[in-house]
């Protein structure tokens, strides 16, 4: 099994910024994806952005709608992911979940697992 606490989040202005963190704790060898997945209420949870540690040298990906505004970054020795939100706007409104996993080339193997959700608010 693998824990993960999140911090950080709250409420922000437009055009502000917010950095969430996200360390993991247990069975770390059995993840090497890390990243944020948000969720607005009555709609499904997307991703925002995620990591992949592999023998390939690793992938990033973003949502197409944070692309430019937002910065995943891992520290590997803290088992830690970090999600730097600049330029906030008010559609990135929603609850952030950390998220850890295995992955394959694009298929997830094994558990996915989440943190508990941190709630960003940002007004106009």
């Known amino acids: 099994q693998v824990q993960l606490v999140e911090s950080g989040g709250g409420p922000a202005q437009a055009g502000g910024s917010l950095r969430l963190s996200c360390a993991a704790s247990g069975s770390i060898s059995t993840i090497n994806t890390m990243g944020w997945y948000r969720q607005i209420p009555g709609k499904q949870r997307e991703l925002v952005a995620q990591n992949t540690n592999d023998a390939s040298g690793g992938s990033t990906d973003y949502a197409d709608s944070v692309k430019g505004r937002f910065t995943i970054s891992r520290d590997n020795t803290k088992n830690a992911v970090y999600l730097q939100m600049n330029s906030l706007q008010p559609e990135d409104t929603a609850i952030y979940y950390c998220?850890?996993?295995?992955?394959?080339?694009?298929?997830?193997?094994?558990?996915?697992?989440w943190g508990q959700g941190t709630q960003v608010t940002v007004s106009s």
């Open positions: 998220n850890a996993k295995k992955r394959v080339g694009r298929i997830v193997v094994g558990n996915n697992y």
